[in-house]
């Protein structure tokens, strides 16, 4: 089962870490260490970075901002930090972060440290030898709703994460700000863009429940129990969670879970095996979730059209940094296909109103 384990690989060129600044820090905070630093990445994010610090007998996670980004507010590594240091206490699948450090002079960027949570993490399809029988994909799929209505039953204010976000206006301020960094990072002309910012606007539901949210709650940003991967032990990349509409959170995990009768464009988008046999269809998932919390979810469609409006936009963001020639990452070369992709899809559900 351990070859199952989510595992680093060696550091993208352009994203080493200094480690001749880096140890010297580290030795001071773990004086007892003796043993060497070594440094690895977890290759399969596209905004903040994560690595995987070996520090003598200790795991380290380290969590930074991406090299070369302007967008000081999506990469926030202090508000990371709070957040999870108030969160670990009452809700188990967030990890334990140790320390913040805001000195640009060790990794030119503040960054945070945090203990490792081993598991399996399912990406497009699960690894090669997991059993993923449909009874299995069924019960992962109630765990995913379970633990996301988990996240929004918590008392925010109690943890004291109160003035975390500001929930009235929460809906028109996203609306409002998503189509502003569209602009702000536009390289390409996307007729889709018009259509859809106008609908929004027109579209924008009363105000609806307040909750603390995750903004990017999907497969790939959750840990699995490697000896019951219907349980869930972590989730990762807080850097979006704030203090908002939790159908906004929903509309989110739908603008990522592929059905099985979706069209071929969009199946090329999968995260996660959302597909397989035994998976929630996304009208199910919102159904379940309906049960598990008593929400109203009949305003779910204009949450999927800006959830897939979102996803494009921060696409968008992260092909500009590589259109100014910020980053050299060849993953990025072909992202205004899925952005048009995902536009299109936006376009489509706010037209039909459809999940």
């Known amino acids: 089962m351990a070859d199952l384990l989510d595992h680093p690989t060696k550091v993208r060129p352009e994203e080493e870490l200094d480690l001749s600044k880096l140890e010297p820090f580290l030795r001071g905070h773990f004086p007892d260490e ?52 108030r969160l670990h206490s009452v809700y188990d699948p967030a990890p334990a972060v140790l320390f913040y450090c805001e000195d640009d002079s060790i990794l030119g960027a503040p ?44 008392d925010y204010a109690a943890i004291g994460l109160a003035d975390l976000g500001k ?21 390409h002309v996307y ?19 307040v909750s603390l949210i995750h903004n990017d709650y999907k497969y790939d ?20 969670c704030t203090i908002g509409d939790p159908l906004a959170d929903l509309g989110t995990t739908l603008a990522y879970w592929i059905d099985a009768a979706d069209p071929a464009e969009l199946q090329e988008q999968r995260s996660g095996p959302t597909t397989y046999l035994g998976s929630f269809t996304r009208k199910e998932l919102v159904e379940y979730y309906a049960q598990r919390t008593g929400r109203d979810v009949s305003q779910v469609p204009f949450f999927l059209t800006l959830a897939l409006f979102k996803l494009a936009v921060i696409v968008q963001q992260i092909y500009f940094r590589y ?18 992709i995902l536009l299109r899809a936006a376009l489509h559900s706010a037209q039909t109103g459809k999940i």
């Open 111 to 154: 960054f945070y440290l945090m203990e490792r949570i081993r598991g399996i993490i399912l990406r497009r399809d699960p690894p090669p030898g997991l059993y993923f029988p449909p009874e299995k994909a069924r019960r992962l799929s109630e765990s995913f709703v379970e633990n996301l209505a988990l996240l929004h039953s918590l």
């Open 34 to 85: 003796l043993g060497p630093l070594t440094l690895q990445q977890f290759p399969s994010g596209h905004s903040n970075l994560t690595f995987l610090l070996q520090f003598g007998s200790k795991e380290l996670v380290l969590r930074r901002p991406p090299f070369g980004s302007k967008v000081k507010t999506a990469h926030d590594m202090g508000r990371e930090f709070r957040v999870l240091s």
């Open 221 to 240: 940003n959750v840990v699995l129990d490697q000896g019951d991967i219907t349980k869930i032990i972590g989730v990762l990349d807080w850097e979006m």
């Open 167 to 187: 929930p009235q206006g929460y809906v028109e301020r996203q609306v409002r700000g998503w189509i502003e960094r569209y602009h702000g990072s536009k390289t």
């Open 191 to 209: 007729p889709e863009v018009e259509k859809i910012s106008e609908w929004m606007q027109r579209h924008i539901p009363s105000a609806g429940g």
């Open 323 to 340: 259109d100014q020639g910020l980053t050299k990452d060849e993953r990025f070369a072909s992202m205004p296909q899925r952005i048009q």
